[in-house]
């Protein structure tokens, strides 16, 4: 919840607080020749500030600084490491207004959304705080005996470490977490478009008692040249990334030469279910919350609503209802529920989406325009008659459109959801148990929402299958990303 009535001297004081340069061997450096790119508040399309721009030079200037801190890390007792994260943990409770702040003014997210983020993401590092003082191995006399088994846990090495724009925070400390818990040293560039986040977390790691060299923040309006040979380079283990599946086959690739450990948390496209026998206003409110939270910029949007023939009508009013509730506007207003799309593009894609689906045939209920006024806004949206050929039902939207599709029978959709290359997660609402599971089981994908509509928590193992990636980050097998198993064969 916003906590703070916000002026236009805060957000400016903020600002201009907040670290601008890279983060590099514990210390706030320029980019090399003074390079800046700049930052802008999508709600207004005004420039926020300018931040150092990283080149080559410094890209790998940070991934020495990682390297030559990785002995220190990996020796650290873990207690320490887990005291570092528990006190980065309190800080970010301590600075919440301000990261809230910085979030809704660099993304366009509504505050309340930004405070839920700051929440979520602290409490990565609490989860890792608590997993880092629990590595453990094993001891096995060998079946045959005359030998024993002596199998040990070991920080994987340096790791770089890629963000996206649309949750600024929690998609940074959802990596940082691990990597430190396990004692691997890091090298991470946020998007370019919402850098500002994660140098606030950069200070507060400084805080907290991080040694140099152990997170590097790098910021760069060329991301492709400035990591690429930091990839290629072998210096790094391990690649962890979050955005597009796009990008990440690309930064597969490049992974491949030195067989770097790879994490990669992709694109979604969600099915979200409604069965005759749902609790209609139960799944309405979920479908509110896996599509609006975020503005609907989340790779668990709902970004394809199947609901019964029988049940369609009654779920489309009730929608459209609710959807038509949430004030839209700048989200340092009180009481906003939808912010911005992220920038022009987002806003035309967005847009083209929408407009292709309707010139093929489907029908607005609410929306289906972007708004008119500075910034990137698009109001709450819901379709129906979805073309089965439109692009929406194929692609991410990224924006707060619900295309609602009627279907028959239980078979007809599970296959609809899984006539997709992606397989993030998927909701499913009915009351009967069976049924849920039966479906939960039979789609394709690494989440389920059964009769809830959000997943995320960082003590579960979030993460794809299909073209939406690899890995899991949370709960307990995220740390085992960051952990190379060692065993030694002793003889007896
Ligand atoms: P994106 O375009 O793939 O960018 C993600 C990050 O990769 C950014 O930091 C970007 O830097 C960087 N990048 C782009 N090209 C690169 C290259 N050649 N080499 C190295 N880094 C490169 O994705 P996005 O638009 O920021 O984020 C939205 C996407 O993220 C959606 O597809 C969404 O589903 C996905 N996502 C997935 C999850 C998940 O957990 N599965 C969570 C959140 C978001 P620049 O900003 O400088 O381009």
């Given at each position: 919840m916003a906590e703070q009535s916000i002026t236009a001297e805060r957000?400016?004081?903020?600002?201009?607080?907040?670290?601008?340069?890279?983060?590099?061997?514990?210390?706030?450096?320029?980019?090399?020749?003074g390079a800046t790119l700049e930052v802008n508040d999508p709600s207004t399309g005004r420039l926020l500030c300018t931040v150092a721009d990283a080149s080559p030079r410094d890209?790998?200037?940070?991934?020495?600084?990682?390297?030559?801190?990785?002995?220190?890390?990996?020796?650290?007792?873990?207690?320490?490491?887990?005291?570092?994260?528990?006190?980065?943990?309190?800080?970010?409770?301590e600075r919440k207004d301000d990261l809230a702040l910085l979030m809704t003014l660099e993304m366009g997210k509504p505050l309340s959304d930004a405070y839920g983020e700051v929440a979520y993401a602290a409490e990565f590092f609490r989860h890792f705080a608590e997993e880092a003082t629990r590595i453990s191995g094993s001891y096995q006399t060998a079946p045959a005996g005359g030998a024993r088994f002596l199998v040990?846990?070991?920080?994987?090495?340096?790791?770089?470490?890629?963000?996206?724009?649309?949750?600024?925070?929690?998609?940074g400390t959802r990596k940082l977490g691990p990597a430190i818990a396990a004692g691997c040293t890091s090298v991470l560039k946020p998007a370019e478009l919402t850098p500002l986040s994660m140098l606030a977390l950069a200070e507060i790691l400084h805080d907290a008692g991080l040694p140099a060299g152990a997170v590097n923040i790098l910021v760069t309006s060329t991301a492709g040249k400035v990591m690429e040979p930091l990839i290629r380079s072998g210096i790094a283990r391990k690649l962890s990334f979050t955005g597009s599946t796009e990008v990440g086959r690309k930064l597969l690739e490049q992974a491949s030469e030195r067989v770097l450990r790879t994490?990669?948390?992709?694109?979604?496209?969600?099915?979200?279910?409604?069965?005759?026998?749902?609790?209609?206003d139960a799944a309405v409110a979920g479908a509110l919350l896996a599509k609006m939270r975020n503005t609907g910029e989340a790779c668990t949007a709902a970004n394809r609503i199947f609901v019964h023939r029988s049940v369609i009508d009654e779920f489309a009013a009730k929608l459209s209802a609710e959807m038509q509730k949430l004030p839209l506007g700048r989200g340092v207003e009180d009481g906003v529920r939808v912010g911005p799309l992220v920038d022009a593009r987002q806003l035309e894609k967005v847009d083209?989406?929408?407009?292709?689906?309707?010139?093929g045939g489907a029908k607005v209920l609410l929306g289906g325009q972007p708004v008119d006024r500075d910034g990137y806004f698009y109001p709450p949206t819901v379709l129906t008659d979805i073309p089965a050929g439109a692009r929406m039902r194929q692609e991410e939207i990224f924006g707060p459109v619900a295309p609602l599709t009627a279907f028959d029978t239980e078979e007809e959709v599970i296959s609809w959801i899984n006539a997709t290359e992606y397989g993030l997660v998927n909701y499913v609402y009915t009351e009967n148990l069976r049924r849920g599971i039966r479906v939960a089981e039979a789609v394709e994908s690494g989440m389920?929402?059964?009769?809830?509509?959000?997943v995320s928590n960082p003590a579960a193992p979030f993460g794809g299958i299909k073209e939406s990636g690899l890995g899991r980050e949370g709960g307990d097998t995220g740390i085992e990303e960051f952990l190379e198993t060692k065993y030694i064969g002793i003889a007896m």
């Open positions: 957000e400016s004081e903020l600002i201009e607080s907040t670290p601008k340069r890279l983060y590099i061997n514990g210390e706030w450096v320029d980019a090399q020749g890209g790998w200037n940070a991934l020495k600084a990682a390297e030559a801190a990785q002995p220190g890390l990996a020796a650290m007792p873990p207690r320490e490491r887990a005291n570092i994260l528990m006190r980065a943990f309190e800080l970010m409770h040990a846990k070991q920080p994987v090495g340096p790791t770089i470490l890629i963000t996206p724009w649309n949750f600024p925070l929690a998609m994490s990669m948390e992709l694109g979604g496209n969600a099915g979200f279910v409604v069965f005759e026998d749902a609790d209609i083209a989406l929408v407009t292709e689906a309707v010139d389920v929402g059964l009769n809830q509509g959000a």
